[in-house]
C-alpha cells in the first residue's frame, strides 16, 4: 500500500492506524529527512517522489496494489496550485497506478467538492473527484467536512488569529456558515474502514462530526479550549477581503487567503453522514476535550506563523 501526503495531518493519522492493524505501509514523501521526525515512529516504509512528477511515482509505486490518494493543498502558495497540486496530480497518481498494475484507490476528496463550484478550491477537488470516479480502478471517495487535529488548517488558524487579535475576533460573514467538523483521528478510521468493507468499491462516502456547528460555535468553543477572551465581531466577507489581499501580499504564510476566505461564509455540513451510519465509527465531539492541542499555541508561535516559509 503507498500513502500520498503521508506527512501532512491525515497522513500521519492514517499511517498509524493502517500499520497498527497490520498493514504494509509505504509512505509516499518530497524529502525524507524532513518527513522523518513526523513518521519515524511509525512501522512504514519511505517511497520517495511527488505526485505532480510522473516519473517518480512510477519509481514509487513499484510492487504496490492499493493506493490511499490523501495529497491535496488546501490554501496556495508559491509553487504549489488548486489546479497542478489537486486536479492535475491526481490524474498523474491514477495513470501510474493504473501502469503500476494497481487496482484499488481510496481517494479523499472534500465535502462539498463539484467541478461547477463558484470557489476554486471545490472546484479542483470536484474536477479531481471526477477523474477519480471515471477510472478503471476499484476507487472509493471520501469526502470530510473540516478536519481538526494538531497542524490542522482550519482551527488551528482560527487559534493563532484569536491569539493575534487585541480583544477582538472577526466573524466573515456573521459566522453564520455552518461546519460539521471531524477528527482527524477518525478521518484514519474512516480509510481503514473502507479498505476492510467490500462492498464500498466504487462508493462515495460523505463525513463528518455528530453535529453541525457555526462558525460562531466553533469560535466560542476554541476560545474556551484556549482559556482566553475575545469579542467576537461579526464582519461581511466583502469588507476583509481587501485587507487579506494586503496579508496575502506581505506575508510569506498568510493566516487566511481570499480563496479561504470566502469558504469560511459557506455551509459545509454532511446532511447523509456515513461515519457512523456506513462506516461504523463514534466521531469525537468538537469541545475542548479534543481541542486540547491548541493550548500549545503560543503568542510567539502564532506570530512567527506568519513568516514561515512552506
Not at 512528477?53 to 493506493?67: F, I, K
Not at 501510474?96 to 463539484?114: D, E, K, P, W
Not at 460573514?173 to 477518525?186: E, H, L, N, S
Amino acid at each position: 500500500m503507498l500513502i500520498t501526503g503521508a506527512a501532512g495531518l491525515v497522513g500521519q493519522a492514517t499511517c498509524a492506524e493502517l500499520a497498527k492493524r497490520g498493514w504494509k505501509v509505504h509512505a509516499l514523501v518530497r524529502d525524507p529527512e524532513k518527513s522523518a521526525s513526523r513518521l519515524a515512529h511509525l512501522h512504514v516504509e519511505f517511497r520517495v517522489g511527488d505526485i505532480r512528477d510522473p516519473v517518480s511515482l512510477d519509481r514509487a509505486l513499484v510492487g504496490v496494489g492499493t493506493v490511499v490518494h490523501l495529497a491535496a493543498i488546501a490554501i496556495e502558495r508559491k509553487g504549489e496550485s488548486y489546479t497542478s497540486t489537486n486536479t492535475d496530480a491526481t490524474r498523474n497518481v491514477i495513470d501510474a497506478a493504473i501502469r503500476a498494475g494497481a487496482t484499488r484507490l481510496v481517494h479523499m476528496s472534500q465535502n462539498g467538492a463539484s467541478s461547477t463550484s463558484p470557489y476554486v478550491f471545490l472546484r479542483s477537488k470536484g474536477i479531481a473527484q471526477d477523474i477519480v470516479t471515471s477510472s478503471s480502478l476499484e476507487w472509493t471517495v471520501i469526502r470530510p467536512s473540516v478536519i481538526f487535529g494538531p497542524a490542522d488548517e482550519f482551527v488551528n488558524v482560527l487559534a493563532r488569529l484569536a491569539l493575534l487579535s487585541p480583544m477582538v475576533f472577526p466573524l466573515p460573514g456573521g459566522g453564520t456558515a455552518r461546519f460539521q467538523p471531524i477528527a482527524v483521528g477518525d478521518v484514519a478510521k474512516a480509510v481503514a474502514a473502507i479498505l476492510e468493507k467490500k462492498s464500498a468499491v466504487r462508493q462515495s462516502y460523505a463525513i463528518g462530526g455528530p453535529e453541525p456547528l457555526s462558525l460562531r460555535d466553533m469560535s466560542h468553543r476554541i476560545l474556551a479550549a484556549m482559556q482566553i477572551k475575545r469579542i467576537l465581531v461579526p464582519l461581511p466577507v466583502s469588507l476583509l477581503r481587501p485587507v487579506v489581499a494586503v496579508l496575502q501580499r506581505l506575508l510569506p504564510n498568510p493566516p487566511v487567503t481570499s480563496s479561504l476566505l470566502d469558504l469560511l461564509a459557506v455551509d459545509n455540513t454532511v446532511p447523509e453522514n456515513a461515519i457512523e451510519s456506513e462506516l461504523g465509527i463514534t466521531p469525537l465531539r468538537f469541545d475542548s476535550e479534543s481541542l486540547g492541542y491548541l493550548k500549545r499555541i503560543t503568542r510567539m508561535e502564532a506570530l512567527g506563523s506568519l513568516f514561515r516559509r512552506h
